[in-house]
């Protein structure tokens, strides 16, 4: 598949991208919104497209043009305040979804973040976050794509086990963003996952396992 | 009719709840955030509703049992940051039209923004308020509810002429609050106008004409 990677130099996009580089069942496109970004992907033979999420949907549908599929894993961080969550987070994601809409781009991955469907537990300060993912997936599932939701727990840096919990309904949890980036390569092709969203963290089950029994 | 004021105590809000105070029409409630808020509807001998858009969609549903419109006027304004539009003018709205479904409250009017389709509009200091009020639109459009979205150009406290410009494509222009309040009254019982989305500033017509040829 040729893979459009939105928010390809982010941590998560990275890995993701280094891993479909490596399979020869598909060709990777990092999408990045400066171009001190490309260094990176060139050193993997990886092409960039440059264009940033705050620009039109015209302008996202322009680079999206022939691919198979675009993952979404775009965030503006915890660096930038809530204006950057709404016009990247929410609003970008939403601009993407038009643009893949716009271009036939018929499959259409997004990682989400755990609980993102259940406000009780969103936490006063990472609210405004959660607010933005839980519109911007509602919008993806209404969008008439075929898409997969990936809702991971807690991330962190740890080296990937492989092994996962996954299902629509996890207490919480730690993962390696490696073992996230393992999770989208294994759910890109797995059709039985069109319109599903499901939550991901670290356990004892083999990633393919793990996403066969959703 | 029985209809719950939400944003009462916005300044489009107090407006309109006097304007439903004297007409033996309707029976107005504010819903408030907090018990300081209550003297100004008391003085109009209007009764109030305490519940935050903070709060759950329960909490919200619970003071909506018994309506027959909702009227949407909550914006958490210019004076807070990013997280609270998030919070409050997105899924405030979000939440508040979930109530309206759960409990059966079929009328919903919402107080949107000019141009709020249009991204290519949207000034960047401004980008994000609209991005909230785009997606809180979209979420009243899909929501089955028998709703009008009301779009006033530039904001102004200026007395109300009664006189207005009305559309789904206006330029731009200013409308005082007051008229705001009036084209709120008139289109609250206005059937033709049920699943439509329209433009207003100030113009040349009487408000039940300039409603009745959208």
Do not use: C
Request: glycine residues 10%.
């Amino acid at each position: 598949m040729k893979v459009l990677i939105v928010g390809a130099n982010g941590q998560i996009g990275r890995q993701f991208v280094k891993l479909l580089s490596e399979d020869p069942h598909h060709t990777p496109v990092a999408m990045l919104r400066s171009e001190e970004q490309i260094s990176f992907f060139n050193s993997l033979n990886v092409e960039s497209v440059l264009v940033s999420l705050e620009e039109s949907v015209q302008a996202i549908a322009a680079v999206m043009e022939g691919f198979d599929a675009v993952v979404f894993t775009a965030g503006s961080g915890g660096s930038t305040g809530a204006d950057k969550t709404l016009l990247i987070d929410l609003d970008g994601a939403a601009k993407t979804i038009e643009a893949a809409q716009q271009t036939g781009t018929d499959r259409f991955l997004m990682v989400s973040a755990i609980h993102a469907d259940r406000r009780e537990q969103w936490g006063n300060e990472i609210a405004p976050y959660y607010v933005a993912k839980h519109h911007a997936d509602n919008i993806l599932r209404a969008s008439g794509l075929a898409y997969t939701i990936i809702r991971p727990g807690a991330l962190t840096n740890d080296p990937g086990s492989g092994k996962i919990q996954a299902g629509e309904n996890l207490e919480g949890g730690p993962i390696p963003r490696e073992d996230v980036a393992k999770v989208l390569l294994h759910a890109l092709t797995s059709e039985h996952l069109h319109g599903k969203t499901f939550e991901v963290i670290s356990g004892e089950e083999e990633i393919a396992d793990a996403l066969k029994r959703l």
